[in-house]
């Protein structure tokens, strides 16, 4: 049970105190009742409730698969820059951020959402989630960098070593400029590009294509997003989501 005026607040129907001011102008109806009061208490679950004539649902967490352009920010908000949440016109919630980020120059799956929980799970070290990446290289990608990435890659300097976990490296096509697809359990700063340069190479443009049971969708342009089905929320969570609201085993 929560307050009338943070159920509407948190579904984007204006600020806490907008909201108030629409419950006390009798606006808003529960249950088919019209209610004043922005203390009463909402089932968010079974409650049906009205702004005028609309139905407004209440979702305690959202997420959005975004494909991100290249030139927008991984940031929930920035003076200067675009960011992946000014992305999301359609957002409802204010309380959005983007799980993991991705370089400023790079494309592909980002998660939107407002769910601490999964951000972690997918996030944290320790859950060494797969991440895989489509790249094109500079330089002819060979069978002993694939060698290589799959032993670990030393990514620091003489002074400061950092070693990455193993990794798997595909080789699509070799040449001057190769293709490939790389799946890391990390994302360490500038890694993909980090552990080509280790290895006297450059990358000139690369694309997050999945992350843990989430796979991009084909049909997405850069820049644009839609919800996650009930599908691809189970492959994350590995079990129902609205059987307690979250998952109890993700990825």
Known sequence: MIRLDKY????????RQEVKKHIRQGKVKVDA?????PEYKVNEKESTVLYGDSPVRYEAFVYYMLNKPAGVISATEDRREKTVVDLIKTKERKDLFPAGR??????????????????????????????????????????????AFAEGIDIGTSALPEWTRPAVLEIISSGQESAVRLTIQEGKFHQVKRMFLARGKEVVYLKRERMGGLVLDSSLKPGEYRKLTDEELRNIYGTDRHAEGHGSDYI
């Open 8 to 15: 509407l607040a948190d579904m984007g129907i204006g600020t």
């Open 33 to 37: 009742a019209v209610v004043k009061s």
């Open 102 to 147: 991705l370089d400023k120059d790079t494309e592909g799956l980002l998660l939107i959402t407002n769910d601490g929980k999964l951000a972690h799970s997918l996030l944290s070290p320790k859950k060494h989630v797969d991440k895989t990446y489509y790249a094109r290289v500079k330089g002819i990608v060979t069978e002993e960098d694939a060698r």
